[in-house]
């Protein structure tokens, strides 16, 4: 709990990721003045969100898939409104009739088996909530919500001794988000400490390496080929000292590419014993899939 991401955090994630060129997608079909065309291509917008993965390779108790997932629905309750220009509708049908964003869209690992169920559980509130905003949208009745019978694809396990591939193909994947443990070199239990060794090799100073950064090794081996895009958010001693040689070095060699960073700031949570930490965020991809228009965000969230 000392982690647990504020919605702000969250947004500083996903919203340079996807979220800021979903909203713009969806600004732009309002401009249309004829109402058959808006409906066309918000139908368009909404099937494109309905195909789109998330993974998250270090979810803990779900926060970001979550998030994700709400706004998600957001903004295709914001199509439907475009498509049905706001009118009440004599027949709605069922929320499977209109409702195609899923969390089955959405993918996890996590090694405590009890922020699994709470993930699980987060995942189906969230889609209950959405379920019922749709609902007051579209002025309909008597949806069945319960119970809710969706598989949600939370894997338990340690992310750094699986193959994500076993969880979510790398052929399938979109987007990978997450907020890995916050482990010090100094900290690592033994068996931490063989996991970075293992995925870093035998190099002089991997001794030294945060815990975090196993799961960019793991993600530069997962999207290797691949127009998958990433954001982790880390602790900022992975880009001080010794350790930026021996991490990026390794990432680069595997053609890795920065598309947008947050400069170091200090930590929000909204968990009672609060963690008091300076973190950076880094959005990341195979250099085959980068993006030109390269961004960095100071501490306050503004771009420079």
């Avoid at 889609?127 to 309909?140: G, I, P, S, V």
Wanted: glycine share 6%; with cysteine; net charge neutral.
């Amino acid at each position: 709990g000392m982690h647990y991401t504020s919605v702000e955090n969250i947004h500083k994630v996903i919203d340079p990721l996807f979220l800021n060129d979903l909203k713009q997608e969806l600004e732009d079909i309002k401009k249309y003045k004829n109402q058959a065309t808006i409906k066309a291509k918000a139908l368009v917008f909404q099937d494109k969100l309905s195909k789109l993965t998330f993974f998250d390779p270090a979810c803990g108790s779900g926060n970001f898939l979550t998030e994700t997932f709400l706004s998600l629905r957001r903004l295709e309750n914001e199509a439907i409104r475009l498509e049905t220009n706001g009118e009440s509708l004599l027949d709605v049908g069922q929320s499977s009739d209109w409702i195609k964003v899923s969390i089955k869209q959405f993918y996890g690992i996590e090694i405590n088996d009890f922020a699994v169920s709470v993930a699980k559980t987060a995942m189906w509130i969230a889609e209950d909530q959405m379920m019922k905003e749709t609902q007051d949208l579209l002025y309909a009745q008597n949806w069945d919500f319960l119970p809710l019978k969706t598989y949600v694809n939370i894997h338990e396990g340690d992310a750094l001794k699986m193959d994500w591939n076993t969880v979510l193909g790398n052929y399938a994947c979109h987007y990978i988000i997450s907020n890995p443990p916050f482990v010090g070199a100094r900290l690592q239990t033994k068996e931490q400490k063989d996991e970075i060794k293992k995925l870093f090799g035998k190099k002089k100073g991997v001794g030294n390496i945060d815990y975090v950064a196993g799961w960019y090794i793991k993600a530069a081996n997962y999207i290797k080929n691949t127009g998958i895009q990433c954001a982790f958010v880390s602790t900022n001693s992975i880009i001080q000292g010794e350790q930026t040689s021996l991490i990026w070095e390794n990432l680069l060699k595997q053609d890795i590419t920065i598309n947008f960073a947050y400069q170091t700031f200090k930590w929000g949570s909204e968990a009672k014993n609060k963690a008091h930490v300076h973190v950076v965020i880094i959005g990341f991809s195979d250099y085959h899939h980068e993006n030109k228009n390269k961004i960095l965000y100071s501490s306050n969230g503004t771009s420079k």
